[in-house]
Structure formats: structure tokens, C-alpha cells
């Protein structure tokens, strides 16, 4: 699924992704600054997390628990030099969890991922306008 959309539009764009997600684990990849951690924000307020959603980019993961006990794990892997960093902290344990996982520069651990995974990429257009890649 192809989808371009303005920033004013991303809470529309969020409903119609998880209506569409298959998988719990959601790799979300683009350029620096296309709006990964902003698409996740508004992905986790559509799906009623209230959290304050920040970039794990210090932190690796952060997770995030909704008034239904769901739980999202939110990665930034920009700081990784190579998949073995995961390893040691533990990636593995919450990819297989169950819960959704959302990842940003999930090429970063790319060889981890063999199993099916709904991957969103996004491509900008301008200051405002973003194209996303479902599948």
C-alpha cells in the first residue's frame, strides 16, 4: 500500500496503517528526520497509549503500557554498530513477545528479522509532505 500524506493528516495516516498491520512487529525505516518517531506517535495515540512517546534513541527501547495493559516496545537502532548490540541487550526476547514492536533503523538488524514483519518505509516529498511504503 502507497500512501502520500501532509503532516496535518498523520492521525488519518496512523488509523489506516493499523488497520492494515498484520504483525506485531513494524519496522519503520527513512531517511533522518522523515517523521519515524512522529508516525509512531500518533500510531501509539490511536491505539490509546497516553505516554509521553519519545525516541529511544539514549535508551534503545522504551516501553509503553495502555489503560488495557497492551504494550508497545518502541527501538532506535541509530546507535548500534551491529546487530550484535541487540543480541546482548535482549532484542530477540521482545520480538518474540508477542507484543508490538515498532522499529526505527531496523536496517541496522536486518539479519535478525527472518520472519514475517510489516515494514513501513518513508520517503519526503517536502517540509510537509511524506510517501509511505506498506508492506
Same mark, same amino acid.
Given at each position: 500500500?502507497?500512501?502520500?500524506?501532509?503532516? @496535518?493528516?498523520? !492521525? $488519518? $495516516?496512523?488509523?489506516?496503517?493499523?488497520?492494515?498491520?498484520?504483525?506485531? #512487529?513494524?519496522?519503520?525505516?527513512?531517511?533522518?528526520?522523515a517523521g519515524k518517531t512522529t508516525l509512531i506517535k500518533s500510531i501509539c495515540k490511536y491505539l490509546?497509549?497516553?505516554?509521553?512517546? @519519545?525516541?529511544?534513541?539514549? @535508551?534503545?527501547?522504551?516501553?509503553? #503500557?495502555?489503560?488495557?495493559?497492551?504494550? $508497545?516496545h518502541h527501538f532506535d537502532f541509530y546507535r548500534i554498530e551491529s546487530f550484535e548490540e541487540a543480541? !546482548?541487550?535482549?532484542?530477540?526476547?521482545?520480538?518474540?513477545?508477542?507484543?508490538?514492536?515498532?522499529?526505527?533503523?531496523?536496517?541496522?538488524?536486518?539479519?535478525?528479522?527472518?520472519?514475517?514483519?510489516?515494514?513501513?518505509?518513508?520517503? #519526503?516529498?517536502?517540509?510537509?509532505?511524506?510517501?509511505?511504503?506498506?508492506?
Amino acid at each position: 500500500m502507497e500512501i502520500s500524506y501532509s503532516l @496535518s493528516e498523520i !492521525d $488519518i $495516516i496512523a488509523k489506516k496503517i493499523c488497520d492494515s498491520l498484520r504483525y506485531p #512487529v513494524v519496522a519503520f525505516n527513512g531517511p533522518m528526520g522523515a517523521g519515524k518517531t512522529t508516525l509512531i506517535k500518533s500510531i501509539c495515540k490511536y491505539l490509546n497509549f497516553k505516554e509521553n512517546i @519519545s525516541s529511544p534513541t539514549f @535508551s534503545l527501547v522504551n516501553t509503553y #503500557v495502555n489503560s488495557s495493559n497492551k504494550i $508497545i516496545h518502541h527501538f532506535d537502532f541509530y546507535r548500534i554498530e551491529s546487530f550484535e548490540e541487540a543480541l !546482548d541487550f535482549g532484542v530477540d526476547e521482545y520480538l518474540d513477545s508477542g507484543n508490538m514492536c515498532f522499529m526505527e533503523w531496523s536496517e541496522k538488524i536486518s539479519s535478525l528479522l527472518n520472519y514475517p514483519i510489516n515494514r513501513i518505509e518513508i520517503k #519526503v516529498i517536502d517540509n510537509d509532505k511524506r510517501k509511505i511504503n506498506l508492506y
